[in-house]
């Protein structure tokens, strides 16, 4: 739905080690990529104000679980202040998948990184080669469970594994 599109992933971070990505997509070709890391939220929701400001992206997904909520609030407000029709699109990883889909999927993330997967292979969508995208697309498991939908690797199961949080991944699958 939103292919033709200028849209920005956002997952967000506060304090700690983990990453605020953003991710920018344009017809399907990734055009953005920029982190930071200890930024506060109000510097991570400014951030995306001026990015939908200044380089017309029409929707930008936020991850809202933690503290990626505030964010999505401050943003949604901007919008409401200047009357532009642009979509936030509040997205709970551990929430359900949209309806025709949640027979095959355990929640909203996998159903996210199964598409995206589609899509890689489909080539429908061009990566740019920055950071740590490819190792931790590459890295992500899968598996059926004995009810037969898609589940994806959780963050624990993957620290467990050695590997960090896959924050650019998260960005880009939104």
Not at 66 to 71: E, S, Y
Not at 99 to 107: A, K, L, Q
Not at 132 to 147: E, G, I, K, P, V
Request: net charge negative.
């Amino acid at each position: 739905a939103y292919r033709n599109r200028r849209a920005l992933g956002v997952d967000v971070a506060r304090y700690g080690s983990n990453l605020t990505v953003i991710i920018g997509i344009e017809n399907g070709k990734m055009v953005l990529r920029e982190t930071a890391q200890g930024q506060d939220t109000q510097w991570t929701a400014n951030r995306v104000i001026a990015l939908l400001r200044d380089h017309d992206y029409q929707v930008c997904a936020i991850d809202t679980v933690g503290v990626g909520g505030g964010v999505a609030d401050r943003v949604s407000e901007w919008i409401g202040d200047v009357n532009i029709q642009w979509s936030i699109l509040e997205f709970e990883g551990g929430g359900k998948p949209t309806t025709s889909e949640e027979e095959r999927f355990v929640n909203r993330r996998a159903q996210a990184y199964w598409r995206l997967r589609e899509m890689i292979q489909a080539k429908e969508v061009a990566l740019l080669d920055e950071g740590d995208l490819f190792h931790q697309l590459s890295n992500m498991r899968f598996r059926d469970t004995q009810a037969g939908k898609i589940e994806i690797e959780g963050k624990d199961q993957m620290a467990k594994r050695g590997l960090s949080s896959p924050d650019e991944a998260d960005a880009l699958s939104m």
